[in-house]
């Protein structure tokens, strides 16, 4: 069985460091456009950070209106 190249291929690990430079940054200009729900651009925070469409997209259609039923939180 011969696994897609995607899947095969160990995700790039990014440091807290890294995930702290650019979220938390003086006066609000991360460097990056805000989120907007035409566009949905977004931060992928990888080995090279960069700005995409938001990557599950086609998973979000999928769900979008579908109501989830509660779930017991509780257990006797």
């Given at each position: 069985?011969?696994l897609?190249?995607?899947?095969?291929?160990?995700?790039?690990?990014?440091?807290?460091g890294?995930v702290?430079?650019?979220?938390?940054v003086?006066?609000?200009?991360?460097?990056?456009?805000?989120?907007?729900?035409?566009h949905?651009?977004?931060?992928?925070?990888?080995?090279?950070?960069?700005?995409?469409?938001?990557?599950?997209?086609?998973?979000?259609?999928?769900?979008?209106?579908?109501?989830?039923?509660?779930?017991?939180?509780?257990?006797?």
């Amino acid at each position: 069985m011969k696994l897609a190249s995607s899947c095969a291929r160990a995700a790039p690990r990014v440091s807290q460091g890294v995930v702290d430079e650019q979220w938390r940054v003086p006066g609000g200009d991360r460097g990056w456009p805000a989120f907007d729900s035409d566009h949905r651009l977004v931060r992928l925070l990888d080995a090279a950070p960069t700005v995409a469409a938001y990557p599950e997209g086609a998973s979000r259609r999928i769900w979008e209106g579908h109501t989830f039923a509660e779930l017991p939180l509780t257990t006797t």
